[in-house]
């Protein structure tokens, strides 16, 4: 169900009424920190009545998660924010964006640093995001905690294969208990990102026995499976031992399109048991994952891989809310009008086909200003300012949240992070700072009622060869783009 005005003032005039019953048993549970039970926990977040935007659970009020990706600037590219943990910093930083406005920030955990060993969750790391997520509380700043990838370095046990292995799910079931056990409750964390922009590999050979074992749950016997395959199964490919199709797009191969839904399925069972080993020590908090543009399948660079897998339409059943990330790639905006307008309409069709009946938040968005990135034409500030301001307003009737990226210029950075700042390196704030804090400022006006949004049949887009997928694209901006205008 998409998010309508009347359903907005249903939502405002039943929350007070509601919300102590709705969800009475999670506020009832007091917070976890560092073993230590504290009081029972006020402004926890929650989805909505009728999965409409977000809700206070103390107060009743809507909440708009609004405000930035955070990182120390200063610890390097990438940043290792939790081994040269600095708190005086921090405070700054926190101090920082609380004046600007920033109501929620997404940081990152690291798997060398949080855990080491598949067994081990380090309480020296778990110690520093006691005292993160302390500043954070007094600084009325809520946060996206994002689940452990490789900014401090690869652990051992993510290899061979970090997103279907046993052992490394096994580790990642591990680390979800143990930070829900410990933060249960914690109102000053709004949710559990599971991964930054996930994206599945092609193919690795221990996938074999599972490929072949998701063929005969799917087809029985081989002689269904030539019936679907027509023509395309060899004569001499034996039952249990079936080939993994080449990396390059086929408009319609039926194994071709087997083997993406198998990278989907993949992708399901990885999402589907971090949910549920969170749910078991913590159900106080909401999660969801950080989902990269290309699992948007109908603008791809090249061949099938650069599909991610990871697709909301068959996750949204364990997740609370569908997290997106969004970068102008459809040419450089300022380079015409043409170009500003296509990177808009992209902005608006990958938003769009998050919209599952769940909120959606534009979880990273941005563009830099005041310099030059590594490959790319210089920008002043001001140009910044103007196009992310677009970004939101164009983003209005089909977001319900908004992060943009980074906080501040990150001088070692060799991509647009460099000058994409909210403030600068030293903290001076930006135009876009000014522009933040003047949304910030009216919130609860930002999100617009969402309309009945068109649909499309995504799987022959995941076969589609790159440049075919283009009008594909453009078809269903289109009709995006009339349903936003009605």
């Known amino acids: 169900m998409s998010r309508s005005q009347g359903q907005r003032k249903i939502m405002c005039s039943l929350l007070l009424g509601f919300g102590s019953v709705l969800w009475f ?108 997520i302390a500043m954070a509380r007094r600084s009325g700043i809520r946060l996206i905690l994002t689940g452990p990838d490789h900014w401090e370095g690869s652990p051992s046990y993510w290899k061979p294969d970090r997103f279907a292995g046993e052992q490394a799910l096994k580790a990642l079931e591990n680390f979800w208990q143990v930070l829900g056990r410990r933060y249960r409750g914690e109102p000053a964390i709004l949710a559990w990102d599971l991964l930054n922009e996930p994206h599945l590999p092609w193919w690795v050979e221990t996938w074999r026995p599972k490929w072949n074992a998701w063929l005969e749950a799917k087809y029985g016997n081989r002689e269904a499976l030539q019936t679907a395959w027509a023509g395309v199964l060899g004569e001499k490919e034996p039952w249990g031992n079936v080939a993994v199709p080449e990396n390059k797009a086929d408009r319609g191969n039926p194994r071709l399109l087997d083997w993406q839904l198998f990278r989907e399925h993949l992708a399901d069972e990885w999402v589907r048991r971090q ?54 790639l459809l040419g450089r905006p300022f380079e015409s009008q043409t170009a500003w307008d296509k990177n808009l309409f992209y ?47 164009a983003s209005r009737r089909v977001a319900d949240g908004w992060l943009s990226w980074p906080f501040a210029d990150t001088p070692e950075s060799t991509d647009m992070s460099q000058f994409g700042g909210l403030v600068r390196s030293d903290l001076a704030p930006k135009p876009w700072a000014r522009s933040f804090q003047s949304y910030a400022s009216q919130l609860l006006t930002l999100p617009q009622p969402t309309p009945a949004l068109p649909a499309f049949d995504y799987p022959l887009s995941l076969t589609t060869p790159a440049d075919e997928l283009a009008p594909m694209h453009e078809e269903y901006a289109a009709r995006v783009q009339a349903a936003i205008r009605r």
């Open 25 to 132: 048993s999670c506020r009832a549970e007091g917070a976890v920190v560092g073993g230590i039970q504290t009081d029972p926990p006020v402004g926890l977040i929650a989805v909505g009545p009728y999965d409409a935007g977000f809700v206070e659970l103390s107060s009743g009020r809507p909440f708009v998660p609004f405000g930035t990706n955070y990182y120390d600037p200063h610890t390097g590219w990438a940043p290792k924010i939790w081994r040269r943990f600095d708190p005086d910093n921090i405070a700054k930083h926190l101090e920082v964006m609380s004046r600007l406005g920033v109501n929620c920030a997404r940081v990152f955990l690291t798997a060398a640093t949080f855990q080491p060993d598949v067994n081990e969750v380090s309480e020296a790391a778990l110690k520093k995001l006691d005292t993160l």
């Open 275 to 328: 949910v549920k080993a969170i749910h078991q020590t913590d159900r106080t908090h909401m999660v969801t994952v950080g989902y990269i543009q290309w699992s948007y399948p109908l603008v791809r660079t090249g061949h099938p891989s650069l599909y991610s897998a990871f697709n909301p339409r068959r996750q949204i059943q364990w997740l609370d809310f569908v997290c997106v990330h969004f970068y102008p």
């Open 347 to 393: 902005l608006q069709s990958v938003l769009a086909y998050c919209h599952l009946g769940k909120p959606v938040v534009l979880g990273e968005y941005g563009w830099y200003g005041g310099g030059a990135p590594r490959n790319l034409p210089a920008l002043t500030e001001d140009e910044q300012d103007r196009w992310i301001v677009a970004e939101i307003e």
